[in-house]
């Protein structure tokens, strides 16, 4: 089962030659070219998670109860419907108020929210909780309560849990010790596999190539699964990158 988490950089009419209408076919063509049973994206706006919908007819798009809001950009997730059967799932903002659209609180600079899925593997009929987010890129206290929030509602769950996103934090921060904490029972993939913290696994690159800043891009793991396989996706178009940011994937198997 392979997994794929890709911020796909917001639209943003100030990216010039980076902008989203003259990338968005990358997008595509990358997530294509991987065909990952499940997908989590972040920084959508509404207008890119809908053209994502119409290009990729093999995915079923969860949005399960969202308000959608121009304003906003969204973790979202994507199934392939031929891997996996969606039998549940939600939706909830990082905030003291959950249920309140665009709720935010602390030192966040943007509203932040996880969205999930409950999921049946048609091959072998198993059945597990996916969930993608995005935490607060400025704010330092935020994102602690961020990671707090996610931990508790990792540790709600019994059932084999994937947890995607863009962290905006370091391997060696706050944040991923608290979700790779012994009480969220989570590994991080890359660690699995044995992979180093150095500027090669750094996710961002800022449409350079180059990377840069750190590797914040984490699927997190329960202990149901085995990882065979991870990989961060250089890929490019000639000169042109799709996104700001290098996807990253992992391979999984249930135990």
């Not at 109860?65 to 973790?75: A, I, L």
Request: glycine residues 8%; hydrophobic residues 35%; negative net charge.
């Amino acid at each position: 089962m392979r997994v794929m988490t890709f911020n796909l950089r917001f639209e943003n009419d100030r990216d010039g030659s980076n902008a989203w209408p003259l990338r968005r076919e990358l997008v595509v063509d990358t997530i294509r070219r991987y065909a990952p049973s499940i997908l989590g994206t972040q920084e959508g706006t509404c207008s890119q998670i809908e053209f994502l919908n119409s290009r990729l007819p093999d995915y079923h798009l969860h949005t399960p109860g969202r308000v959608f809001d121009d304003t906003c950009q969204y973790p979202t997730l994507f199934f392939r419907k031929d891997r996996c059967i969606i039998t549940g799932g939600g939706e909830f903002w990082l905030s003291t108020t959950p249920a309140v659209h665009r709720s935010m609180n602390w030192d966040s600079a943007f509203p932040r929210m996880i969205s999930y899925g409950h999921i049946t593997l048609r091959a072998s009929g198993r059945s597990l909780v996916v969930a993608v987010t995005h935490l607060d890129h400025l704010g330092t206290e935020a994102r602690r309560h961020q990671a707090a929030m996610l931990a508790e509602w990792v540790a709600t769950h019994g059932d084999p849990i994937i947890l995607m996103g863009d962290f905006n934090d370091t391997p060696d921060g706050i944040v991923h010790g608290m979700l790779t904490a012994p009480s969220t029972g989570l590994s991080d993939t890359w660690q699995i596999m044995g992979g180093v913290n150095d500027s090669t696994s750094f996710t961002h690159h800022g449409f350079t190539g180059i990377p840069t800043k750190s590797r914040m891009d984490w699927i997190l793991v329960s202990t149901h699964f085995i990882v065979s396989d991870v990989r961060i996706v250089h890929d490019r178009f000639g000169k042109r990158y799709p996104s700001d940011h290098f996807p990253y994937l992992a391979e999984l198997e249930l135990l």
